[in-house]
């Protein structure tokens, strides 16, 4: 069964850092590309960031290019994401999930706010 459970969201001032954790299980991970997205309130979701399988290709969205770094740990079945320079716009639940699998977890908020 698949599983992906988000950690690391909270309430940052302007400015501010946090790192976001994925835990994965139930499938092989190594062998699956992995995405953040995010969603806030009254918006669709978006794809904030992608990372092949092996880690070695990133992408990410305009609106967090150079403030935010997406990596993994495929010994963990972790994924990461690295948020600085967080602005009230990125105020929304982040997930994670696998590319080509159908599942999600139950988010991470994160809330930008002074």
């Known amino acids: 069964q698949v599983q992906l459970v988000e950690s690391g969201g909270g309430l940052v001032q302007p400015g501010g850092s946090l790192r976001l954790s994925c835990a994965a299980s139930?499938?092989?991970?190594?062998?699956?590309?992995m995405r953040w997205y995010r969603q806030a309130p009254g918006k669709e979701r978006e794809l904030v960031a992608y990372?092949?399988?092996?880690?070695?290709?990133?992408n990410y969205a305009d609106s967090v290019k150079g403030r935010f770094t997406i990596s993994r740990d495929n010994a963990k079945n972790a994924v990461y994401l690295q948020m600085n320079s967080l602005k009230p716009e990125d105020t929304a639940v982040y997930y994670c999930?696998?590319?080509?699998?159908?599942?999600w977890g139950q988010g991470t908020q994160v809330t930008v706010s002074s």
């Open positions: 139930g499938f092989t991970f190594s062998m699956y590309g």
């Open positions: 990372i092949s399988s092996s880690g070695s290709q990133t």
């Open positions: 999930k696998a590319v080509f699998l159908d599942y």
